[in-house]
T-cell receptor, first 111, second 117 residues
């Protein structure tokens, strides 16, 4: 099971781009990288998932270098409502995958 | 995306009583669901993996007789906190695994805040 490391907290301002990097040095060949967002007193919400290179959806972009030992979640032009905890998970599809959460990154967006 | 419904959203109970929390996958079949608990300002801690039609697999340190999990159908898993005590007060979250289209994706319920008096 690939362990992940993220910054504990980040601060930003409205309108800025925020990049949160996750390290996963022992990622396995079949592992995907998935990011979740959690607001206080709510369950996490799926944001984006990728395997390699770059993935973009209506919410965020995910950049994965060739060695896949890290990934970067990019949130364009953040707003106050993006204040949340962001978690990076690594794992493969299959019955043996047990999704374990690390500490996550607490992002605070200031006016 | 897939929808997971969890209730109740919050519950207050007296010490010694049992509380049942339901988790339903509304638009997909979930053969596997996960139960987490979360304390304030902390990450999600996996309690157990719930498999449809079989016994749940509990993480180390989680009392299976205290936290009863039943996954009797492809769309419903329940967590019963038996003989609850104040130290069981926490935020409980379920999630269901939705496969296909690549990697594993988890969809979460909205959580249940349990307060034991």
């Amino acid at each position: 099971l690939a362990k992940t490391t993220q910054p504990i907290s980040m601060d930003s301002y409205e309108g800025q781009e925020v990049n949160i990097t996750c390290s996963h040095n022992n990622i396995a060949t079949n592992d995907y990288i998935t990011w979740y967002q959690q607001f206080p007193s709510q369950g996490p919400r799926f944001i984006i998932q990728g395997y390699k290179t770059k993935v973009t959806n209506e919410v965020a972009s995910l950049f994965i270098p060739a060695d896949r030992k890290s990934s970067t979640l990019s949130l364009p032009r953040v707003s106050l409502s993006d204040t949340a905890v962001y978690y990076c998970l690594v794992g493969e599809e299959g019955g043996s995958y047990i999704p374990t959460f690390g500490r996550g990154t607490s992002l605070i967006v200031h006016p | 995306g897939a929808v997971v419904s969890q209730h109740p959203s919050w519950v207050i109970c007296k010490s010694g009583t049992s509380v049942k929390i339901e988790c339903r996958s509304l638009d997909f079949q979930a053969t596997t669901m996960f139960w987490y608990r979360q304390f304030p300002k902390q990450s999600l801690m996996l309690m157990a993996t719930s498999n449809e039609g079989s016994k749940a697999t509990y993480e180390q340190g989680v009392e299976k007789d205290k936290f009863l999990i039943n996954h009797a159908s492809l769309t419903l898993s329940t967590l019963t906190v038996t003989s609850a005590h104040p130290e069981d007060s926490s935020f409980y979250i379920c999630s269901a695994r939705d496969r296909g289209g690549g990697g594993e994706k988890l969809f979460f319920g909205s959580g249940t805040q349990l307060s034991v008096l």
